[in-house]
């Protein structure tokens, strides 16, 4: 499949050391907003949405996620930024992340996983709901796509905030959001992360169901030196969900 030119852009001071942030599936880069105050002080910010998030273009067919790698390297080989550090969250922006830190080595000084795992877990369930996505839309899947996203007590907190993400998903291309999915689930990462030799961080929610912290420890304890943490009081997107702890830890460990 031939590679997609990825919408992306830049914030942040353009000689600081670049930072990497990979949406999850079904989100766009807006989800990094609540990471933005902070990691802009002294790193320049390379943000992408994957292909059919945003502006990013849908080619026919399905896709690997050798594929959604491939477009993230593309990207990194025109841009040519050096050795960046790779943040990825939920399953769309760890396989990506764990691909780059196996297969472009030199181009990932530091790696972070936000809701990480090494393999999709009820693959069969996301199979379907890929499969209907493509047949009726995306508001077909809006509520169980985004069910895991928060916890009820944020919910009930912050409804604006997850409307807003809930309108962000129903945006997104279905065929995109179908064939990333359809990717992920085919994809098993156990057998690749041995081999990641750059200094690691995975990062899971207390409450998360979709990924549970047990899918973050085991991808931490196969990666070579990992360290793994788990935020309290945060489901899914923790990154919005407890942006004050989930800052502190991207930047004790991307920073460096």
């Keep these: 499949m031939a590679v997609v030119p990825l919408q992306y852009r830049f914030d942040g001071p353009p000689e600081g050391p ?27 910010v390379l943000r992408v949405n994957h292909r059919g998030h945003g502006a990013s273009p849908v080619p026919p067919g399905g896709a690997a996620v050798d594929d959604l790698g491939a477009d993230v390297a593309a990207l990194l080989d025109r841009l040519d930024p050096g050795p960046v550090r790779v943040v990825g969250a939920g399953m769309g922006g760890s396989a990506v992340a764990t691909w780059l830190a196996v297969h472009r080595a030199k181009r990932v000084h530091r790696l972070a996983y936000v809701a990480g795992a090494a393999r999709l877990p009820r693959a069969g369930d996301w199979l379907r709901t890929a499969a209907r996505a493509r047949t009726e839309g995306m508001a077909a899947v809006r509520a169980e796509a985004t069910l895991s996203w928060f916890t009820p007590g944020f919910a009930e907190e912050r409804p604006d905030v997850v409307r807003r993400m809930g309108e962000e998903l129903a945006g997104v291309d ?6 990333c ?32 912290p047990g899918h973050g420890r085991r991808l931490a304890a196969g990666i070579p030196g990992a360290r793994f943490e788990q935020v309290r009081g945060a489901a899914h997107l923790a990154g919005v969900e407890r942006p004050d702890r989930v800052n502190e830890l991207l930047l004790a460990h991307v920073a460096d």
């Design 18 to 44: 670049v930072v990497l942030l990979v949406p999850p599936f079904g989100a766009k880069w807006t989800v990094w907003e609540p990471q933005m105050p902070e990691l802009t002080r002294s790193l320049r």
């Design 174 to 179: 279905p065929s995109g959001f179908a064939a």
């Design 181 to 212: 999915w359809e990717a992920a689930a085919q994809a098993d990462q156990f057998p690749d992360i041995s081999r990641i030799r750059a200094p690691a961080l995975v990062v899971s929610g207390e409450h998360d169901a979709m990924l549970p």
